[in-house]
């Protein structure tokens, strides 16, 4: 299994970046999948996920900001970010439970992309 997120890099306050991970040797309509941040300093944090129904939860301050979605087809999830701030400079990472037939019960997150940066300037 293997996931790879692209996407990252240098963004003014205010601006856009659109994270996408793509997920080989795992189907991730079968699994619970989620994005997660962490910033120097401090510990990583789950930032959304999307269920296999496609319920999405969206944690913190990114609600109404960052926006989640999914392509089937392609197996990727990406993560849109609009309005964003120096405090979402941190390295982003996708991650996926293992394939499951249960709904509404995400985790654990089992595998794990290497992360991408991304830093946000004032």
């Known amino acids: 299994v293997q996931l790879v997120e692209s996407g990252g890099g240098s963004v003014q306050a205010g601006g856009s970046l659109t994270l996408s991970c793509a997920g080989s040797?795992?189907?991730?309509?079968?699994?619970?999948m989620a994005w997660f941040r962490q910033a120097p300093g401090k510990e990583r944090e789950e930032v959304a996920r999307?269920?296999?129904?496609?319920?999405?939860i969206y944690v913190g301050d990114v609600k109404g900001r960052f926006t989640i979605s999914a392509d089937d087809a392609k197996n990727t999830r990406d993560l849109q970010m609009n309005n964003l701030k120096p405090e979402d400079t941190a390295i982003y990472y996708c991650?996926?439970?293992?394939?499951?037939?249960?709904?509404?019960?995400?985790?654990?997150?089992?595998?794990w992309g290497q992360g991408t940066q991304v830093n946000v300037s004032s």
């Open positions: 040797g795992v189907t991730f309509w079968t699994t619970c």
């Open positions: 991650a996926t439970t293992a394939p499951t037939v249960w709904i509404g019960s995400c985790g654990p997150f089992v595998y």
């Open positions: 999307i269920d296999r129904d496609g319920t999405i």
